[in-house]
């Protein structure tokens, strides 16, 4: 980035703690979140939108973050694998990926895990082509997918199964 470049006044809800900072106008929201706020779970990879590496939330919805600028976050809520764990302890969703062994380098896991988080929120049950299909914009190296669409589907239905039961009292 230029030293001339201008810098926005920015602020956004990252991980639900509010965050002002200046950011120039061109840096991509990958490089905010990593470099400005240091939540490096957000993986670059391609830098064009195509592996997935990068996914975030963005108002719940999934986006790849590398296709966003940092001032466009101004007033959003971000959500980065960082805020998936609690204290110490795997989330759901983590932990249906370690009992599945759904990883494998883990390079591609916050995109899968990030995907995945606002797949549960919609509430809904898929096949496995449907999220096989669903998943398609993060790319894994390491894997054939079974055990990544096996650890989701797992984790979709224990997400159904609980809200159905949180409905029923």
């Given at each position: 980035?230029?030293?001339l470049?201008?810098?926005?006044?920015?602020?956004?809800?990252?991980?639900?703690?509010?965050?002002?900072?200046?950011?120039?106008?061109?840096?991509?929201?990958?490089?905010?979140?990593?470099?400005?706020?240091?939540?490096?779970?957000?993986?670059?990879?391609?830098?064009?939108?195509?592996?997935?590496?990068?996914?975030?939330?963005?108002?719940?919805?999934?986006?790849?973050?590398?296709?966003?600028?940092?001032?466009?976050?101004?007033?959003?809520?971000?959500?980065?694998?960082?805020?998936?764990?609690?204290?110490?302890?795997?989330n759901?969703?983590?932990?249906?990926?370690?009992?599945?062994?759904?990883?494998?380098?883990?390079?591609?896991?916050?995109?899968?895990?990030?995907?995945?988080?606002?797949?549960a929120?919609?509430?809904?049950?898929?096949?496995?082509?449907?999220?096989?299909?669903?998943?398609?914009?993060?790319?894994?190296?390491?894997?054939?997918?079974?055990?990544?669409?096996?650890?989701?589907?797992?984790?979709?239905?224990?997400?159904?199964?609980?809200?159905?039961?949180?409905?029923?009292?």
């Amino acid at each position: 980035m230029s030293a001339l470049e201008p810098e926005v006044d920015i602020t956004v809800t990252v991980n639900g703690e509010i965050v002002t900072a200046r950011a120039p106008a061109r840096l991509h929201a990958a490089d905010f979140l990593r470099q400005r706020l240091g939540l490096t779970g957000t993986h670059i990879g391609c830098e064009q939108g195509v592996c997935g590496m990068c996914t975030v939330l963005v108002d719940g919805e999934a986006v790849k973050s590398c296709l966003m600028l940092a001032v466009q976050l101004d007033g959003r809520q971000v959500q980065t694998v960082e805020s998936l764990a609690e204290d110490d302890r795997l989330n759901p969703l983590q932990q249906a990926f370690k009992d599945e062994h759904a990883l494998q380098c883990g390079f591609c896991t916050p995109g899968f895990l990030m995907t995945a988080t606002a797949l549960a929120r919609r509430g809904e049950r898929l096949s496995r082509n449907e999220i096989r299909e669903e998943i398609a914009g993060v790319l894994c190296r390491c894997t054939g997918y079974d055990n990544i669409v096996k650890a989701i589907e797992k984790h979709l239905e224990e997400t159904a199964d609980a809200d159905a039961a949180r409905v029923a009292r």
